[in-house]
């Protein structure tokens, strides 16, 4: 059985950070796509960074230069570290992960809530 359980969200002001974590199991991490996605309340749930099998990452161009996505195969965990917030990040995030054979994620966690104040 597949779970994806995500941790590390909070409230952080403006210009702070937040780190992260996806614990993934049931699944080879390893040639897995992992993947982070938000969703802002009224707003169509969003691709923020994406860590490919080979180690290759990808980026929405709103977190470009200030989100870092990263894993530890040997922990099956993937993070997401968050620098210079800003309130247009609010939102909850998701953990997703993606096997080859799929277009689409075929695994989802269950969110952390991210808030960032003014």
């Known amino acids: 059985q597949v779970q994806l359980v995500e941790s590390g969200g909070g409230l952080v002001q403006a210009g702070g950070s937040l780190r992260l974590s996806c614990a993934a199991s049931g699944i080879i991490f390893r040639i897995t796509t992992m993947s982070w996605y938000r969703q802002a309340p009224g707003k169509q749930r969003e691709l923020v960074a994406s860590?490919?099998?080979?180690?290759?990452?990808n980026y929405a161009d709103s977190v470009k230069g200030r989100f870092t996505i990263s894993r530890d195969v040997a922990k099956n965990t993937v993070y997401l570290q968050m620098n210079g917030l800003k309130p247009e990040d609010t939102a909850v995030y998701y953990c997703?992960?993606?096997?080859?054979?799929?277009?689409?994620?075929?695994?989802w966690g269950q969110g952390t809530q991210v808030t960032v104040s003014s």
């Open positions: 860590i490919f099998s080979g180690g290759t990452t």
């Open positions: 997703a992960a993606r096997n080859a054979a799929s277009i689409r994620p075929n695994y």
